[in-house]
């Protein structure tokens, strides 16, 4: 793997969240050089690279609104599009889509034929437009058969105010959601969250605490928000993740079962680097996935540098062996999942 460049795209956060020093360091001793792509300048100057890991997430979701974002994003695929022996990780447009959780949402639905047999599902869920109203948002929730209390979250899935939440006891707390929302059935778990983090073909399970049970149906409770950080993060302390009884212990997480869940996204998604969250129900212990992540933080996974390294050093050695010489067209990138990289 001498001699091979990997340029990395990731906002300022995500870099120290990461500690990319420290991983160029860990690559460095492989003989894997580790370039920080500046999106502000040009990229021609800063590659050649073999490699692209990135996280544009800010970037997509601005994009939309500021000619800037959506001027840097388009200097991004140009480049990518005009040099077809750079790997992308991951496409994105499978990014576009975890961005969106109505979309994500829908893929998370679509697993309850596919793993039916391994009894894994995803809570009932309704996608509430910026136009809703009231009185549709409660035939809705009604029509979709979705069970109180709900847990509200964001459209957009990226950003401070993603991690806002709210617990919805009644139809008439409904008021209190700000669409565009996504409304699921809350499944009570145990206050444990097993948050799974996908790297290539390997992946890691790391409980995190989570919010505690609550009696089923409808109840005057008034809404409670919250902020998932402060409630999943491996230091969290809160009320809400406090049981308020004594809990009968939960079997264990399936490896068999998230290792064929982990297989199906990848199929689904094309994507090397994502992370899921995954609850088992108290009641049935179906395991339940509940949110889908793009390039998660990795807390708590020491093979993390590891596997990153390991799964670049793959998709070079696929690239290489498929295709000794680049003879693909400019338009047609490549990237590891094997989708275009246009969005």
């Known amino acids: 793997?001498?001699?091979?460049?990997?340029?990395?795209?990731?906002?300022?956060?995500?870099?120290?969240?990461?500690?990319?020093?420290?991983?160029?360091?860990?690559?460095?001793?492989h003989g894997v050089e580790v370039v920080e792509i500046d999106l502000t300048q040009p990229l021609i100057p800063q590659g050649p690279f073999n490699v692209i890991v990135h996280k544009?997430?800010?970037?997509?979701?601005?994009?939309?609104h500021d000619s800037q974002s959506q001027q840097l994003l388009n200097?991004?695929?140009?480049?990518?599009?005009?040099h077809p022996g750079t790997v992308l990780?991951?496409?994105?447009?499978?990014?576009?889509r975890l961005l969106d959780r109505f979309a994500s949402y829908r893929i998370m639905s679509e697993l309850h034929n596919s793993l039916r047999d391994w009894h894994i599902c995803s809570p009932p869920y309704l996608e509430v437009p910026s136009a809703a109203d009231l009185s549709s948002i409660k035939q809705a929730v009604t029509a979709q058969g979705l069970s109180f209390p709900?847990?509200?979250k964001t459209r957009v899935a990226h950003g401070s105010l993603s991690h806002e939440m709210s617990?919805?006891?009644?139809?008439?707390?409904?008021?209190?959601?700000?669409?565009?929302?996504?409304?699921?059935?809350?499944?009570?778990?145990?206050?444990?969250?097993?948050?799974?983090?996908?790297v290539g073909d390997k992946h890691f399970c790391v409980e995190r605490p989570s919010l505690k049970n609550f009696?089923?149906?409808?109840?005057?409770?008034?809404?409670?928000?919250?902020?998932?950080?402060?409630?999943s993060k491996p230091e969290s302390s809160s009320d809400l993740t406090a049981l308020d009884e004594q809990m009968p212990c939960l079997p264990p997480l399936s490896s068999q079962a998230v290792a064929t869940l982990v297989r199906e996204l990848q199929v689904q998604l094309g994507m090397a680097l994502f992370g899921v969250d995954i609850i088992i129900n108290i009641h049935t212990h179906t395991l339940t996935v509940i949110d889908i992540n793009i390039f998660p933080g990795y807390e708590g996974v020491p093979q993390f540098f590891s596997s990153l390294l390991s799964h670049i050093k793959t998709v070079l050695d696929k690239?290489?062996?498929?295709?000794?010489?680049?003879?693909?067209?400019?338009?047609?990138?490549?990237?590891?999942?094997?989708?275009?990289?246009?969005?």
């Open 319 to 343: 690239q290489t062996s498929a295709c000794p010489r680049a003879t693909s067209s400019p338009q047609t990138t490549q990237t590891a999942g094997g989708s275009s990289a246009g969005l």
């Open 167 to 198: 617990l919805i006891f009644s139809a008439g707390s409904l008021a209190d959601i700000h669409p565009p929302c996504v409304l699921q059935s809350f499944v009570n778990h145990g206050a444990v969250l097993h948050k799974v983090f996908v």
């Open 56 to 64: 544009l997430s800010d970037v997509i979701v601005e994009a939309e």
């Open 215 to 231: 009696p089923s149906g409808p109840c005057d409770r008034k809404t409670i928000f919250f902020n998932s950080h402060q409630v």
């Open 1 to 29: 793997m001498s001699g091979r460049r990997v340029g990395f795209c990731l906002s300022d956060k995500k870099r120290r969240r990461m500690n990319l020093d420290a991983f160029a360091e860990f690559c460095a001793v």
């Open 150 to 152: 709900l847990i509200c």
């Open 89 to 96: 990780l991951d496409p994105l447009p499978a990014m576009s």
């Open 75 to 82: 200097n991004f695929q140009s480049y990518v599009s005009t």
